[in-house]
């Protein structure tokens, strides 16, 4: 019998893919939105509100019902940190079979230039960071699966991401402006997230896992790629924001790899050919 998998956020650009990705795979899919978004295959599900989200028997949930974009989480303060946890609380008394909940590597912080391994300490910077500590802990008390990822990419991620900025910039004129060019990050091809996901749902893998390349590239050198993939190699590239200290976050994924047999399959070079051929 095919496992049924609730989705949360299912409206949005990566959990669309996911529903595509578990669907795919032989599950039957509950999309859950607040958006009017029906997604081909699956059963769609809109909500005012998630806590209403539905819970059929046996039925596997991956929470992806969050904001992004730290920004957002740190101007809604202290009562961002009660959300949060609050509706996580809410999906687990639903009583469902196992839960996956997308977190972020952002729990560790970014003072550290090697790859964080899953048993490293967290050092949350903010509000953002401590959230996703509540709601984790949430979890794992439940025995479901904390998914930390690395930075996701792709198409939709919209505007605010070093890799949607950068991108979008290779349409203007003068030198291509980036904040923190010695930044160190792992550039997560959003399609190979989704397939970690899925494969995390499926398996119903317990713990804490990192859904990541292990690769670390600075903003720099992804800048520079991009404009040598749009044809713009020797543009300058301008350093608005250059910090003295470092600031480096890559997640290792062998434990993911060993547990589930994913891994990501997309270069950063892939990626960004993929993403520049679809600028308008």
Known sequence: MAPVVVVTGAGGWLGRRLCIALAASGAEVVAVSRRANEIKGCEFYRVGDYGETPAPAGARLVHLAETASIAEAETAGEKYLETVPALL???????????????SGVVYGDATALPHGIDDPVRPAGIYGRAKLAAEAQVLASGGTVARLSNIYGPGTGRGTVVSDIVERLACDGPLRIGNGGAVRDFLWCDDAARGLAALALGAIGGIVHLSTGIGTPVRHLAERAL?????????????????????????????????????????????????????
């Open 228 to 280: 040598a993939l749009a044809g713009q190699a020797g543009r300058p590239i301008l350093e608005m924001d250059p910090l003295d200290r470092i600031s480096a976050l890559v997640l290792d994924p062998t434990a993911t790899t060993k547990a589930c047999g994913w891994r990501a399959e997309t270069t950063l070079d892939d990626g960004l050919s993929r993403l520049i051929g679809a600028r308008p």
């Open 89 to 103: 609380r809410t999906l687990l008394q639903k009583g469902y079979d196992h839960t996956v909940y997308a977190s």
